[in-house]
């Protein structure tokens, strides 16, 4: 399927009242799309990969993985509290309807690393800045960020204000 993007839904008032979900999974169900959205995401880093990509939990974890099986490095998992194994590091931050906080392993990548931050969809930008502060804290280089889906009207990429590059595959 050349045109996944036509398989993305809306679900209305979901998690909360007011709040328009863009749902991927179908996308994720029809293997040509899936690939097809993989390939699109690791386009602008296939000249020079990254060490690793940090994929948010938990739709940021199949593309991320996906990704980094494409681009051929490491997959470090982004999580919402208390669900890694041993000491972590922790970065609360906003979203469009409330707030939440990430870990991450505090070993999870070497000083120095490339590591690319990956997710689903670019709302508000609270989850990217978070995972890559918590990257940064470890010492870890944030090449980018890179995105399924960017929801242009919530303003995301404005909040972004950062030196490294924010990619989308698509743009709604």
């Not at 890179?146 to 595959?169: C, K, N, S």
Request: hydrophobic fraction near 50%.
């Amino acid at each position: 399927m050349s045109d996944w993007s036509a398989l993305i839904r809306d679900v209305p008032d979901f998690p909360k009242p007011g709040i328009m979900f863009r749902d991927i999974t179908p996308v994720l169900a029809d293997p040509a799309a899936f690939a097809a959205a993989v390939a699109a995401m690791a386009a602008p880093w296939r000249a020079t990969p990254p060490d690793a990509v940090a994929g948010i939990e938990s739709r940021g974890f199949i593309l991320g993985a996906a990704l980094a099986l494409e681009l051929r490095c490491g997959f470090v998992p982004v999580r919402k509290p208390g669900k890694l194994p041993g000491r972590t590091l922790s970065q609360g931050y906003r979203l469009e309807y409330g707030s939440d906080r990430l870990e991450v392993h505090v070993d999870a990548v070497p000083a120095g690393a490339r590591v690319l931050v990956v997710d689903d969809v670019l709302a508000t930008g609270g989850t990217l800045r978070a995972a890559t502060e918590l990257l940064r804290r470890q010492g870890a280089q944030v090449i980018g960020a890179d995105v399924l889906v960017e929801l242009v009207p919530l303003g995301g990429r404005d909040r972004w204000d950062d030196a490294a590059p924010l990619r989308a595959a698509l743009l709604m």
